[in-house]
């Protein structure tokens, strides 16, 4: 029974079962897709050499001061509203103080105790059923300004420190959850609706290689003792991370660290601080990061250099008025509009909003949802990833392709046929029907396709045999002849006409 | 008249007729700067390239028959907290020596389009922190009046410039009386605007909830020229108001027939000097004769303005000064030295701390600051790191704004029944250097009359109203609702038709030995 006991938990990678809870909680950073930054007019373009985006706001020289962009802040309330949030009737800025030279004011305009928004949730479920809907609250969506960038140069051994601040003052959203998530595969998935509804909304790129979009994960677990009582373990942050993937792969590693060292220490929440673990992706672990000399007090208080923002109803609708339809949204009236499957909306949706436009254009001019849900995730997918291009600068228009498999349906090819027409009008941009005429195809006339069906019958009496004494699937032994004979023949036309000759034998 | 001698309104009639070129008055403004400033110390950079080459474009644009602007051949004095492009800009501090602004402050800009020579940048307390202009890195200003006595401050370079009559305008800047109090103790007119009424893009900031630039002059009418010039909304400051600006000289001439002006009792009891209550009670008097009315009004929680502003105001300074850390700009400590001491111990112990790294910078952050700020800079940057700490925030800084809401509202009740309240600016006549620079609670009272127009964000003015028995000028000082700055210079400009006390000039060329 002991040995029963000890080995059952952990061993299966499927199980379910496991001997705790994982509570999971994220705070994610996002970048707002505004020309310039949220307190000045500086470029927020990526990738410029060091230093050239900067103005005296944004350096904090003296007698500097901030004057909000008003387009961040719209950008900002149009995700909070499309999080379900509550956005606040007054919001105001707040200075969070701590010396950093990436942070040349001495203080980060962020927003403390009246966030702009609050009291959110989103909405995660999977279409293989992996795991059962998510609702994830969220606790509040506020506005700041990123810091610049240290670069620490520790080749030279005498630890040289570079700071490139044309990211300073960038506006970036922080968008706080519960620790509502259950699992890291519930994390990943959660992170990438996130991710799917900020870019529907063009509110952020979230582009994690260029730090558009960045993930701290906290997490815990909930071990029920056997008196009944459930003991929580010491919550962990990890920072670090920098991909959806290693955001799962994190927090199973710190899950399972977690049950490791609660077995070890017993130790539970409350016991010890706040601990910060850095994932260090290639060796896959956390590594505990070094303890501040001093604790940190942020002496947050109302920043005096900026007013306090009010948002009426009015404002608030005008604000969100141009907003898209969010992902949730669209794969529903996909599913209903085009009768497509719940798994399929939700395929076409993760491809962005460009690639359902593309489909529903495909979808209208066929009157066909279902063919061009097919042709979408089968062919268009395919061609994309082969030529690794962006739907938005794919060669060939929907109306191209339409025409492409209105001929399938009429007959004049085949699927497969029409697989090799496909892939050379990607390649050439050409229409169906150019590449058809080029590469020989055209329409096989029907007297030439009753004399080769007749040429076909007569050469080949065992077939014709067997055919007569049942076995029709026999027929197919004439289809490969006729494609030698003329590839630009119908197999299906050429069977259905050869087993009608026969059976006139 | 020598140019010298002029007021700002005569002097930009006098260039636009051709009567006078401002050529001549700058040459006039800066041979005084250089006889007297070696005794005064009121300057801290005197532009005199700067300001002869504007002189020059000035009058070769009328001799071409253009326009010229409001202030046109006006030589004028900037407070060295303001920040002038290209031209060392130090708010009286080591930590700023060496800094020259890439920009000009907003009032600045409108300054040169207005055609005003500025010919310097007044001394003034460290960062403008200072009652008595002792806490300039770079040595105090003495008062014209009486050398051995403060100019009070912070402004006191302004003031004093004003009142030697090297300049006849010069702009200040008022967190909690640093234009009123000085131009009070020096025997100028000095004006705080209603908080927003100017911008302070380019303005140093200390307390940004309650700094305000503002003009000191030798008249109520010329402070009229000059805010005319200077106010109105800028959309580089968010907290600039979006009113339309009066022509605020044209406004001058109605009487004060019927216009209320409180006088608040408490003003007259403990520690306000007998001279000056006579002299406040005389000009309380003249505006009775003038045509208006005195009421008795109270201000219930005016006596707690002090405690509040020395909360407030050094929270702020505390994140404000956060800056200057010797990273990107300002004084840094020589980091060779911290570098090779750290050499040192590494060797010593043959191993890398990975702490090291941190406490290298660490160490510059320290030694950068300590060495940077004066002592005055480092008791506020104390006062308000601790008031807004964890724990500590409720009970001070959160406290100090429930009162400074209070102190408001006493404004509020007050205008609903006067139209201006008359006062007291300082408890005393000028001081002598030295006297309250050992208790800083001392020299924290010179405020006392002035902290709570700050506070409440409303309009002051101080102009002198008498003189002492030893011959020092007394001041007086008018406030009003927030943007009534019409009333407030008329009711000063009468005062100044009626009296000649703004007409009294110090005696320098005796005393221009003294060190």
């Known amino acids: 029974m002991m040995m029963a006991a000890a080995s059952q938990p952990t061993t299966s990678a499927t199980t379910d079962v496991l001997p705790y809870t994982i509570v999971i909680g994220l705070e994610v950073h996002v970048q707002l897709l505004t020309r310039t930054k949220l307190f000045c007019g500086c470029s927020t ?7 050239t985006q900067t103005c005296p706001v944004c350096l904090g020289l003296p007698g500097s001061l901030p004057v909000m962009n008003h387009e961040a802040f719209i ?41 702009f928004s609050s009291d959110g949730k989103l909405l995660v479920c999977d279409s293989k059923g992996r795991f059962a809907p998510r609702t994830v609250g969220i606790v509040r969506v506020h506005l700041e300004e990123d810091a610049g960038k240290s670069i620490h140069d520790e080749s030279t051994g005498c630890a040289d420190s570079r700071i490139d601040l044309n990211r300073t003052g960038v506006p970036l959203m922080e968008i706080v959850t519960q620790p509502d998530l259950r699992s890291p595969q519930e994390a990943r998935a959660w992170l990438n609706e996130l991710k799917l509804l900020l870019v529907y909304l063009k509110v952020s790129d979230c582009n994690m290689q260029e730090g558009s979009l960045r993930v701290d994960a906290n997490i815990n677990l909930h071990i029920p003792l056997p008196d009944g009582r459930i003991a929580k373990t010491p919550i962990v942050e990890i920072k670090n991370v920098n991909s959806f993937r290693s955001v799962e792969r994190a927090l199973l590693y710190e899950a399972s660290r977690q049950w490791d060292e609660f077995n070890h220490t017993h130790a539970e929440i409350g016991s010890s601080p706040k601990q910060t673990r850095g994932w260090d992706d290639p060796a896959g672990v956390t590594r505990a990061q070094r303890h501040k000399e001093e604790s940190s007090d942020y002496r947050y208080f109302p920043e005096p250099d900026l007013v306090p923002v009010t948002v009426s109803e009015t404002e608030l609708s005008l604000m969100t008025s141009a907003q898209g339809e969010t992902p949730a949204l669209l794969r529903s009236r996909l599913e209903s509009q085009w009768s497509i499957s719940a798994y399929d909306a939700d395929v076409l949706v993760n491809q962005g909003i460009a690639f359902v436009g593309y489909f529903e254009r495909l979808a209208t001019i066929l009157s066909d949802g279902k063919s061009a849900s097919n042709w979408m995730q089968q062919d268009v997918m395919r061609m994309l990833n082969e030529n690794t291009v962006a739907i938005e600068s794919f060669p060939v228009r929907a109306e191209g392709l339409a025409a492409l498999i209105a001929q399938v349906s009429s007959g004049a090819f085949d699927t497969s046929r029409a697989r090799d027409i496909f892939s050379e009008m990607v390649k050439t941009g050409r229409s169906a029907a150019e590449v058809a005429a080029s590469m020989g195809i055209a329409d096989v006339g029907d007297d030439e396709l009753m004399s080769l069906c007749r040429e076909l019958v007569a050469c080949n009496p065992k077939i014709v045999a067997d055919v007569k004494g049942g076995k029709e699937q026999a027929a197919a032994g004439l289809l490969g002849q006729a494609k030698k004979k003329n590839p630009n023949v119908n197999p299906g036309k050429v069977r259905q006409l050869c087993l009608e000759l026969i059976r006139a034998m | 008249m020598h140019p010298g001698d002029m007021s700002a309104c005569e002097i930009a009639g006098a260039v636009a007729r051709g009567d006078i070129s401002a050529f001549e008055c700058t040459q006039a403004a800066l041979s005084r700067i250089d006889r007297l400033n070696g005794s005064i110390n009121a300057f801290l950079h005197i532009d005199a390239e700067g300001a002869i080459a504007s002189a020059r474009s000035i009058d070769s644009r009328r001799a071409r028959g253009e326009s010229l602007g409001p202030l046109a051949g006006v030589p004028i004095a900037i407070k ?71 100019p009070g401050g912070s402004s006191g370079g302004s003031a004093a410039c004003v009142a030697a009559g090297m300049s006849p305008i010069a702009l200040g800047s008022d967190t909690g009386g640093s234009i009123r109090q000085p131009a009070g103790l020096c025997g100028i007119t000095g004006l705080k605007p209603t908080y927003g009424r100017v911008s302070r893009r380019g303005l140093i900031a200390f307390a940004s909830s309650l700094d305000q630039v503002g003009p000191m002059a030798r008249s109520a009418a ?118 090779a001491s750290h050499a040192a111990d590494r060797t010593q112990k043959n191993n890398i701390d990975s702490d090291q790294a941190d406490s290298t910078l660490v160490e510059m952050y320290r030694k950068s600051r300590a060495e940077g700020f004066g002592s005055e800079v480092k008791r506020r940057i104390m006062l308000g790191t601790y008031a807004l700490s964890a724990g500590y925030y409720d009970a001070y800084y959160l406290k100090a704004l429930k009162v400074r809401r209070l102190i408001r509202q006493d404004y509020l009740n007050a205008f609903e029944k006067v139209d201006l309240i008359g006062g007291p600016v300082s408890a005393t006549a000028a001081f002598p250097l030295g006297e309250k620079t050992g208790d800083p609670l001392s020299m924290y009272l010179v405020d006392l009359y002035t902290v709570t127009a700050n506070l409440a964000g409303v309009g002051g003015i101080s102009f002198p109203c008498g003189l002492s028995a030893s011959g020092l000028p007394l001041g007086f000082q008018l ?26 000039r110090p005696h320098l060329e005796g005393t221009l030995q003294q060190p």
């Open chain 1, 45 to 51: 373009a990526f990738g410029a050499a060091p230093n």
């Open chain 1, 75 to 115: 950008l900002a309330v149009r995700a909070a509203k499309a999080l379900s949030c509550r956005i606040a009737e007054f919001t105001k800025w707040d200075r969070k103080h701590y010396f950093y030279p990436d942070l040349p004011k001495g203080y980060q305009i962020s927003q403390f105790d009246l966030p």
């Open chain 2, 80 to 150: 060295d907290v303001l920040c002038t492009r290209n031209v060392p800009t130090t708010c009286a501090s080591k930590m700023l020596k060496d800094f020259r602004p890439p920009y000009d402050a907003f009032v600045v800009e409108r300054l040169r389009t207005s055609d005003a020579v500025i010919v310097g940048k007044t001394n003034m307390d460290e960062f403008a922190m200072g009652g008595s202009n002792e806490n300039s890195a770079f040595g105090p200003v003495r008062n014209p009046w009486d050398l051995s006595r403060a």
């Open chain 2, 222 to 339: 010329d402070c009229a020229l000059v805010l005319e010039t200077i106010a109105g909304h800028d959309p580089g400051d968010s907290t600039s108001l979006k009113a339309d600006v009066p022509p605020y000289s044209r406004l001058l001439e109605e009487s004060l027939a019927g216009v209320r002006i409180g006088r608040v009792a408490a003003h007259f009891t403990e520690g306000l000097n007998p001279e000056v209550a006579r002299a406040v009670d005389e000009a309380f008097a003249v505006f009775r004769a003038a045509g208006a009315t005195i009421h008795d009004i109270e201000m219930p929680h005016a006596r707690w303005g002090v405690p509040t502003y020395y909360l407030v105001a050094p929270c702020e300074a505390s994140s404000n000064l956060a800056r200057y850390d010797g990273v990107h700009f300002g004084h840094r400590t020589d980091t060779a030295q911290i570098l």
């Open chain 2, 479 to 504: 406030q009003s609702p927030a943007l009534a700055e019409p009333l407030l210079l008329r009711a000063a400009d009468r005062f100044q038709r009626i009296t000649d006390w703004h007409q009294r």
